[in-house]
């Protein structure tokens, strides 16, 4: 229980005015008596859950091993690289080109090839850690 609850709890309980005007609650069945009691309850549970934590507590789970010469993870860094290509590929559609240099055709398929160079270098290399997601993911890890 923490504080807000105990908070909760007291304003929550009926009051009544008393002889000298001040509010004090009333005592109901099963409720608490006053705010003192309920401060005495979360010390208790305090040092219950104190006791509780003094435990060995066991590792987490473990990190998933990825075998990279598994096959599933060579489709994943497939899948970063092609990801990968269409990013640098939208980043260079965003530069002017000039038509000093027609390269027509065959310059554009130059650029595609090379961007797919890029991208697998840069899977491989660069470490983005999305085929490591995508592995995990598709793995049950």
Do not use: H, W
Not at 15 to 22: D, F, K, T, W
Not at 27 to 41: A, H, Y
């Amino acid at each position: 229980m923490d504080i807000g609850e105990i908070g909760v709890q007291f304003l929550n309980a009926s009051y009544v005015p008393s002889s000298a005007g001040a509010m004090s609650p009333v005592v109901q069945p099963g409720r608490d008596s006053g705010f003192e009691d309920l401060l005495k309850k979360v010390q208790n549970s305090q040092t219950v859950a104190k006791s509780e934590s003094d435990k060995p507590v066991s590792p987490g789970p473990k990190k998933a091993v990825i075998d990279k010469t598994d096959k599933l993870y060579e489709l994943c860094q497939e899948l970063e690289s092609f990801l990968i290509k269409n990013l640098i590929k939208s980043m260079r559609s965003t530069v002017q080109k000039t038509k000093l240099i027609d390269t027509g055709f065959a310059g554009e398929v130059y650029e595609d090839m090379l961007y797919d160079e890029y991208a697998k270098s840069y899977s491989k290399n660069a470490n983005f850690g999305f085929a490591e997601m995508a592995y995990r993911e598709l793995a049950n890890y």
